[in-house]
């Protein structure tokens, strides 16, 4: 059960978006709740133009800058702290990612509730994202509750935490967490394992084209059938299993969380970052980018 849970904030409306829901789940699991502002100076140092922008180091506007970092964070623990919620805040000092992860590590965090914008494409790339970067690196779970449609979600899942599995080892190792978190949540766990057809070569075209072998679908199917339950075996009771066919697994992760309006996602993320993850593209990542429901993330190390 989780002892500590992280939320990164920086005193906007969209990062406070995670207290609440990160509140409710403290309070249901007995954990301690902390609040993590990373005071970044480099963020707002002026620069002298010229030929060559020069930082200059303001040291009572950077005071300025820390003391009204300090005055919100106190302020957010005061208001979690009087809904009897055990709270605290910590003031890190450094670029964002890398105070949070550093701090997470060390203060074994056993998982962050943040919020995410939810862009994609060139936006995402170009903008960067917190939530994202720091998934790259993240060592525990993170809960990622997007931004733009928190006000409409409860601040508590209920439901069902659908958990995606391949068949991998990789995919796998988001069941203890997805255990864990639905045993905290009370969330039914229902697995999910999506069946993609083969597209084979079409000669002498040399293009592709989709050839539907029904029986061996079928087959297929079965097999990840039964490879789901015996992995529901191993989790909570009445643990339900699903398996769909479809072109983007993505894609049906999403239609199926809507179908059985899921409180929640779990899935396992390689955690690639930057231009690597833009060319390459990820599973996880789609979901994260497009799905309304919140996501329970966990990268292997």
Do not use: W
């Amino acid at each position: 059960m989780y002892k500590t849970i992280l939320v990164p904030f920086d005193g906007s409306a969209l990062s406070a978006r995670a207290i609440p829901v990160a509140t409710a789940l403290a309070r249901r699991t007995g954990a301690s709740l902390q609040l993590a502002l990373v005071h970044d100076p480099s963020a707002y140092i002026p620069f002298v133009p010229g030929e060559m922008a020069i930082p200059i180091y303001d040291a009572s506007l950077v005071s300025e800058h820390r003391a009204q970092d300090l005055a919100a964070l106190n302020a957010a623990v005061a208001e979690i702290t009087a809904q009897g919620v055990a709270a605290s805040g910590v003031l890190l000092e450094g670029t964002i990612v890398e105070a949070l992860v550093e701090h997470a590590q060390s203060a074994g965090v056993d998982l962050t509730v943040m919020t995410t914008h939810g862009r994609s494409g060139f936006a995402r790339l170009r903008m960067g994202s917190v939530a994202t970067a720091y998934l790259t690196r993240a060592t525990a779970p993170v809960y990622l509750v997007r931004g733009a449609d928190s006000d409409a979600l409860p601040d508590f899942p209920v439901g069902t935490l659908l958990c995606t599995l391949d068949g991998s080892p990789f995919a796998e190792a988001i069941l203890p967490h997805a255990i864990t978190f639905a045993t905290a949540t009370g969330l039914t766990m229902a697995l999910l394992s999506v069946t993609v057809p083969h597209a084979m070569p079409m000669a002498p075209f040399g293009a592709e084209a989709l050839l539907v072998d029904d029986s061996a679908l079928a087959l297929e199917e079965e097999g990840r059938r039964e490879y789901l339950t015996r992995i529901a075996a191993r989790c909570p009771a009445g643990t339900t299993v699903h398996v769909v066919t479809d072109m983007s697994v993505a894609s049906a992760i999403r239609e199926e969380s809507a179908r059985t309006a899921a409180g929640a996602l779990a899935i396992a993320t390689h955690g690639r970052g930057g231009v690597q993850r833009f060319v390459l593209g990820s599973v996880a990542d789609e979901v994260i980018r497009h799905a309304s429901t919140p996501v329970l993330v966990f990268r292997p190390s």
